[in-house]
């Protein structure tokens, strides 16, 4: 597949991450052309200075990795993402609350979402496909939708399982056109991004960018 670049997020989410890795992970993506990079918060200011003047998209994660902190942490959070440089903010969700039947995800949802777009951010909700049903992948998918979510995203990648090619698909048969889907989690190879793009991911959130790329 040609242009896979476009679709790639190069992540480090690790807790081992050093300064050191922030640099290969952004020399790599230069050397790739790849789309952005994903790094935890503390690192975003850093990334941000040595991005420069790259077109590379900065993204963080929000309420990671587990999405139950209150709204209000994450919201500080996220305000502290969007000074420090991020682009697009990929915010766990409160998974605990969507299991309780309560309103609570939909109503932070729409308030992030509203955070984020009055600075010209996108928000990608991560919804870990590896704890929920396909009833309840549904139901997230919708909770997402209706709060105003630009991304849905299957995975932390801290979880049993990650991305899978038939939830992907349930995903887009669910989710309106114009939010798109973040493939993430245990994807390292070009076969797998590609099945996935196919089943319908916009997006690929991965370690293995550059191997993935320099496979095509």
């Known amino acids: 597949m040609r242009n896979i670049q476009k679709y790639i997020e190069h992540t480090n989410l690790q807790p081992t991450i050093t300064s050191n890795n922030i640099e290969l992970l952004l020399k790599e993506a230069k050397e790739n052309k790849i789309f952005g990079i994903c790094v935890p918060p503390f690192w975003v200011k850093k990334a941000k200075r040595d991005i420069g003047e790259s077109d590379i998209q900065l993204i963080t994660v929000i309420g990671f990795p587990l999405g139950y ?3 209000q942490s ?13 682009d697009e903010l990929d915010m766990v969700l409160n998974i605990s609350a969507v299991k309780s039947e ?9 308030k992030m979402g509203k955070l984020a777009h009055e ?3 996108i928000l990608k909700v991560i919804i870990e496909t590896a704890y929920l049903t396909d009833s309840e992948i549904e139901n997230a998918c919708k909770i997402c939708a209706d709060a105003g979510a630009d991304f849905v ?4 990648g801290f979880a049993p399982s990650g991305a ?3 939830h992907i698909k349930l995903m887009r048969s669910v989710l309106p056109d114009h939010v798109g889907i973040k493939a993430s989690g245990g994807i390292k190879n070009h076969a797998q991004a590609v099945e996935l793009i196919a089943a319908g991911a916009d997006r690929i959130g991965t370690s293995s960018g550059p191997e993935i790329c320099k496979s095509i």
């Open 102 to 110: 309560m309103m609570w995800p939909k109503i932070e949802i729409a």
């Open 153 to 156: 995203k299957t995975s932390t």
């Open 74 to 86: 994450k919201e500080a959070e996220a305000i502290q993402a969007i000074k420090d440089g991020a």
């Open 69 to 71: 902190q209150m709204s």
């Open 164 to 166: 899978k090619v038939e």
């Open 119 to 121: 600075s010209g951010k």
